[in-house]
């Protein structure tokens, strides 16, 4: 016995003691492979392989935007057409599709009918008022998505997406009740823009959209401090917004106390509000008295300390 040696068993043989071929690890080896064959032939009985799964179907986004794009604008329809514009944008947007994306915006955004040299140069649409606080949040979402993705546009179309985003997406973020959000949305409001293009005065008017949007919550105590800050940073930029018309016209609205309907008498008219309020934020409520479970601005009145 010289030691194991691999394939052989020493054993005693016709040719006396020796190493001898060793069958029984080939049989071993064949009797295994035949218990796992037939073990994978039970379970496929048993749990038969699931039908292939048929390609996803591809979606040509010039005919989808066309969809979404008319339900955009649609109260019932806005938060759903939303919803799947961004989806679309997640898998379909890059610098070929970009301009289909603009244009789909542009119908939720721009309204002929609003134009106005003064107030509203762009024609910016208003899009608070559609829909609920579900369709506010989902036009949040997708301008950001899109502006995120803001690389794939072209500049003219750049500028436009910044316009809208502002008039779409940030005024729809100031409209919440969560005030981390709440802060983090007026802190990235842009003071001004000095640029005297069209573009340029259609931000300005997306800004004063912004003011509007976030004066809706001076009331509550945990806003005051960003409005007062955004909106005098706002104010030491007021000769860049459009001024109210000269000459005739304008002496015509003055003789008839008229609102100064103008980028620059909105501001005037919004730091107005602000600085005249400063003082009342907390009207009506009161002071605690005595020790107790209750709200510590109770019992006592306010009134003498405005």
């Not at 706002?234 to 609102?259: D, Q």
């Amino acid at each position: 016995f010289a030691g194991v040696r691999a394939g052989y068993a020493f054993k005693m043989g016709a040719l006396g003691p020796g190493y001898y071929l060793d069958n029984r690890g080939a049989a071993a080896e064949a009797m295994r492979k035949a218990r796992e064959e037939a073990a994978a032939a039970r379970m496929a009985t048993l749990y038969p392989p699931a039908p292939p799964v048929p390609a996803a179907k591809q979606v040509d986004p010039s005919v989808a935007l066309g969809k979404i794009q008319k339900c955009l604008a649609n109260p019932k329809k806005a938060s759903k057409s939303a919803s799947l514009m961004l989806k679309l944008a997640e898998a379909q947007l890059n610098a070929d599709t970009a301009p289909l994306f603009i244009t789909a915006l542009g119908a939720l955004m721009l309204d002929p009918a609003l134009v106005d040299a003064t107030a509203n140069p762009g024609g910016l649409r208003d899009v608070t008022t559609i829909g609920d606080r579900g369709t506010r949040t989902a036009y949040a979402a997708l301008f950001a998505a899109m502006v995120a993705r803001s690389e794939v546009f072209a500049e003219a179309d750049r500028e436009k997406l910044e316009t809208w985003s502002l008039q779409g997406g940030a005024t729809c973020e100031l409209l919440t009740d969560d005030t981390y959000q709440y802060a983090k949305a007026i802190e990235a409001l842009p003071a001004g823009e000095a640029n005297r293009t069209a573009e340029a005065a259609a931000r300005r008017h997306a800004i004063l959209s912004c003011l509007d949007a976030a004066w809706v919550k001076h009331a509550m105590p945990w806003a005051k401090v960003e409005i007062e800050r955004c909106f005098l940073k706002a104010a030491e930029k007021r000769l860049l917004f459009t001024p109210a018309a000269e000459g005739a016209a304008a002496a015509v609205a003055v003789a008839e106390e008229e609102e100064d309907r103008s980028q620059r008498g909105r501001l005037d008219a919004l730091t107005d509000k602000m600085r005249k309020g400063e003082r009342k934020a907390i009207v009506n409520r009161t002071i605690r008295k005595k020790n107790a479970n209750a709200h510590p601005l109770r019992n006592v009145g306010y009134s003498r300390l405005r």
